[in-house]
């Protein structure tokens, strides 16, 4: 019994030995592969960086010049700036699919590594995933917020739910700073946004237990509950976006600030949009009576007036941009319903 067993475990590791050998053969063949491919990409990168600097230059010099020519140099003055265009379009678009050092807050927080998505579909995918994990935190959040307005009432517990409000808008810094480095659109204010958000949570996990937190915590989970909720709508808004746009066949690469805002998007938009606004009269509410609430006798905390100025900030930026992107896209729209009309 015993001899059988070991003859077998003999034959199995002969036919691994073969397939090991195999193993080894495809692993230096990858090891090759990728180093030529580094030698590829560096030059790539040095040739594209040239270009792109010699395509500025004599753009710029056909700008400079461009006044002093007569009408029949104009033509081809105007050949010459659309030939540079196009080549720096093109430019742009090699430079995107190579790899790039990180810069400013991924280098700060990561340090050298790269974070470059190579391909539409790895950006795609992590797209999506970055949506994902937005839904799951959002969901896990509405519970933890809807529990501690009607049925939890501890400061350890308030300071859990605050601390996960700070860990999330930190992981969403990166993750956006992520997409931005690979071609994402993301208007910075929405960048800034969390970086408040990070600075607000993290006074209210530091805010001592008192006459001030207990009278601003209730309005704050009920903020807090409102605004998840107002995320899980804006994540359905977004994703039937995007279903829509693949089975178009119109994938972009990041679609945060998709190109081409089509008319059947306002259909899901102007639902959604007086949830928004609603929720940002609730952060001017929150400032409102922050601000009221630091000349309360027994309110000496210096987190009261912090957080009523960083509400306000929150308030007037969103209000701002929002108002701005859709009154864009509107006009957008409208340009192209009157050049249909003619």
């Known amino acids: 019994m015993a001899n059988s067993m070991l003859l077998s475990l003999a034959e199995e590791l002969d036919d691994l030995n073969v397939e090991f050998v195999s193993l080894q053969e495809k692993n230096k063949e ?21 270009q792109k600097k010699k395509y500025a230059q004599i753009s710029q010099s056909l700008k400079k010049n461009g006044k002093d020519l007569g009408l029949e140099d104009k033509p081809r003055w105007e050949e010459l700036q659309r030939h540079v265009a196009e080549k720096q379009k093109v430019c742009v678009e090699i430079h995107e699919s190579l790899p790039r050092p990180s810069e400013g807050f991924l280098k700060l927080s990561l340090g050298q590594v790269s ?10 995918d992590y797209k999506e995933e970055y949506e994902r994990f937005k839904l799951y935190m959002t969901i896990i959040m509405l519970i933890c917020s809807f529990s501690t307005s009607f049925f939890i009432n501890f400061r350890v517990c308030d300071a859990l739910f605050h601390f996960l409000l700070v860990w999330y808008y930190c992981t969403l810094v ?15 204010w929405w960048v800034l946004h969390h970086y408040l958000s990070v600075v607000v949570c993290g006074i209210l996990l530091i805010w001592p237990a008192g006459v001030s937190y207990d009278m601003f915590r209730n ?6 509950l409102y ?34 805002f089509q008319e059947w ?16 009269l609730f952060q001017l509410y929150n400032a409102y009576f922050l601000f009221k609430l630091s000349f309360h006798p027994e309110c000496n905390e210096w987190m ?10 929150l308030f007037l930026g969103n209000f701002t941009t929002t108002s701005k ?18």
């Open 325 to 342: 992107v859709v009154l864009s896209k509107f006009q957008a729209m409208q340009k192209k319903k009157h050049k249909k009309s003619l």
């Open 265 to 280: 998007m306002w259909r899901g938009l102007t639902f959604l949009l007086p949830f928004l606004f609603v929720g940002y």
């Open 30 to 50: 990858y090891k090759k592969t990728l180093e030529a491919l580094r030698t590829i990409e560096k030059s790539c990168m040095s040739m594209v960086a040239h």
């Open 115 to 124: 974070v470059s998505l190579l391909s539409k579909t790895e950006k795609f």
């Open 174 to 188: 990166i993750r956006e700073s992520i997409l931005r480095h690979n071609g994402s659109r993301i208007k910075g």
């Open 304 to 313: 009261v007036p912090a957080s009523a100025m960083i509400f306000f900030i």
């Open 219 to 224: 309005l704050f989970m009920l903020f807090s």
């Open 227 to 260: 605004l998840n909720f107002v995320q899980l709508l804006q994540y359905y808004y977004q994703s039937g976006c995007l279903y829509r746009l693949r089975a178009l066949g119109e994938k972009s690469d990041m679609y945060i600030t998709v190109e081409g």
